[in-house]
């Protein structure tokens, strides 16, 4: 079992940057991680995941070529960089993590997750 714990999350003007730390409580080098978003009203949505070798990673078409996803197993950390942000980027962001071979886009398939943090995007 992992505990995961988000950081870095704010207010940032439209077009600007931020990025998202998420740090585990124990070695994530087996497994899957992954972002989510949450807007109010909204269901739960992927953002972006990354394979737990961090050779492949996977990203919703809203984000691609905004945001990175990257992971440092060693330090049992992964990341989401997000530029160019958009106000409909504004959401609850979560972090989560699986043990199974395939990496999901679906929050079905994790099992563990962060309690999120809040990113606000204004114009």
């Known amino acids: 079992q992992v505990q995961l714990v988000e950081s870095g999350g704010g207010l940032v003007q439209a077009g600007g940057s931020l990025s998202l730390s998420c740090i585990a409580s124990g070695a994530i080098s087996n497994y899957n991680m992954g972002w989510f978003r949450q807007a109010p009203g909204k269901e739960r949505e992927f953002v972006a995941a990354i394979y737990m070798s961090g050779d492949y990673t996977y990203y919703a078409d809203s984000v691609k070529s905004r945001f990175t996803i990257s992971r440092d197993n060693a330090k049992n950390t992964v990341h989401l960089r997000m530029n160019n942000q958009k106000p409909e980027d504004t959401a609850v962001y979560y972090c989560?993590?699986?043990?199974?071979?395939?990496?999901?886009?679906?929050?079905?398939?994790?099992?563990?997750w962060g309690q999120g943090t809040q990113v606000t995007v204004s114009l």
């Open positions: 989560a993590a699986d043990r199974t071979v395939a990496i999901s886009r679906s929050p079905s398939g994790y099992h563990y």
